[in-house]
T-cell receptor
Framework: EAGVAQSPRYKIIEKRQSVAFWCNPI?????LYWYQQILGQGPKLLIQ????????DSQLPKDRFSAERLKGVDSTLKIQPAKLEDSAVYLC?????????????FGSGTRLTVV | DAKTTQPTSMDCAEGRAANLPCNHS???????VYWYRQIHSQGPQYIIH???NNETNEMASLIITEDRKSSTLILPHATLRDTAVYYC????????????FGKGITLSVRP
């Protein structure tokens, strides 16, 4: 089966600019996750969707980050305005349903550099 | 979810078994032990999980102590492609469960 697709692969922006990342999960996967991975650390969950509804966004910095999954398939994560500390890899993952913690499939991520 | 403790790094020789330890002394009865790994420039990849019995699949074996306070991931014949960061995660499987990653252990397989 096709994996989780993410684009772009790399992005360099200046601070205070905006940026958007796109994720296409595995077909049929109801649950979608966005993680942020700062260099040298493990991935940190930002937001979790079940179909087109948000399950958990407690770790999402809502003053600058937003995410949507309008039709319950693709998702976009936006940062506006970006700060230097947002430099990280943004990983998207999907699973068949809630609670499938053994079944996460991750994309290769988008590496964001804010200068 | 219970926290886990892993060494920062370890290495092993190619072709030898790699034994990666993990402590999870506060694990609760309904929490599983999961292992994921992350090869450079890729997203994490599921390896194996278990509740209390030892588990084996085509990638690895998972040995969980009887008191469930620690576990060991075993890669029986490590190859250079097994060089990666390995994450030990404890989580339940309820509807609000999610994977919470620590820093993991960096395994370096040397020729």
């Amino acid at each position: 089966e096709a994996g989780v697709a993410q684009s772009p692969r790399y992005k360099i922006i200046e601070k205070r600019q905006s940026v958007a990342f796109w994720c296409n999960p595995i077909s049929g996967h109801a649950t979608l996750y966005w993680y942020q991975q700062i260099l040298g650390q493990g991935p940190k969950l930002l937001i979790q969707f079940q179909n087109n509804g948000v399950v958990d966004d407690s770790q999402l910095p809502k003053d600058r980050f937003s995410a949507e999954r309008l039709k319950g398939v693709d998702s976009t994560l936006k940062i506006q305005p970006a700060k230097l500390e947002d430099s990280a890899v943004y990983l998207c993952a999907s699973s068949l349903d809630l609670g499938q913690t053994y079944g996460y499939t991750f994309g290769s991520g988008t590496r964001l550099t804010v200068v | 979810d219970a926290k886990t403790t892993q060494p920062t790094s370890m290495d092993c020789a190619e072709g030898r078994a790699a034994n990666l330890p993990c402590n999870h002394s506060t694990i609760s009865g309904n929490e599983y032990v999961y292992w994921y790994r992350q090869i450079h420039s890729q997203g994490p990849q599921y390896i194996i999980h278990g509740l209390k019995n030892n588990e084996t699949n085509e990638m690895a074996s998972l040995i969980i102590t009887e008191d469930r306070k620690s576990s060991t991931l075993i890669l029986p014949h490590a190859t250079l492609r097994d060089t990666a960061v390995y994450y030990c995660i404890v989580a339940h499987t309820g509807a609000n469960s999610k994977l919470t990653f620590g820093k993991g252990i960096t395994l370096s397989v040397r020729p």
